[in-house]
């Protein structure tokens, strides 16, 4: 049974920095695309990175270029979303989530749909 679980959430105040971790179960990470989403509340759901399985390539939105990362421990079966310089509007919950098969093509790495694996979600709030 395939099971992803976020953890590492919380607050910070601006400029701040958290580290996000998605634990995967039941299943390798080589044969999978790990991505991070967020939702701020009344808003959709949208992409912030995404770590591909085929070569480990990574992709970022626009709004989190320069300030976050994405990175893989195969061995420990979990990818570290680590999130610098954060800012009020970085504030939402952090889902991630597992895309199962074939490599994504660039326009569809932030498309919820192509992902099959949720994850609960981890609340991070950036306030003072």
């Known amino acids: 049974q395939v099971q992803l679980v976020e953890s590492g959430g919380g607050l910070v105040q601006p400029g701040g920095s958290l580290r996000l971790s998605c634990a995967a179960s039941?299943?390798?990470?080589?044969?999978?695309?790990i991505g991070w989403f967020r939702q701020a509340p009344g808003k959709e759901r949208e992409g912030v990175s995404c770590?591909?399985?085929?070569?480990?390539?990574?992709y970022f939105a626009d709004s989190v270029k320069g300030r976050f990362t994405i990175s893989r421990d195969n061995a420990k079966i979990t990818v570290y979303l680590q999130m610098d310089s954060l800012k009020p509007e970085d504030t939402a919950v952090y889902y991630c989530a597992a895309h199962l098969g074939g490599e994504l093509k660039v326009m569809e790495i932030f498309d919820l749909d192509e992902y099959d694996y949720w994850g609960q979600g981890t609340q991070v709030t950036v306030s003072s």
């Open positions: 039941g299943f390798s990470l080589d044969y999978y695309t």
């Open positions: 770590i591909a399985s085929s070569d480990g390539r990574t």
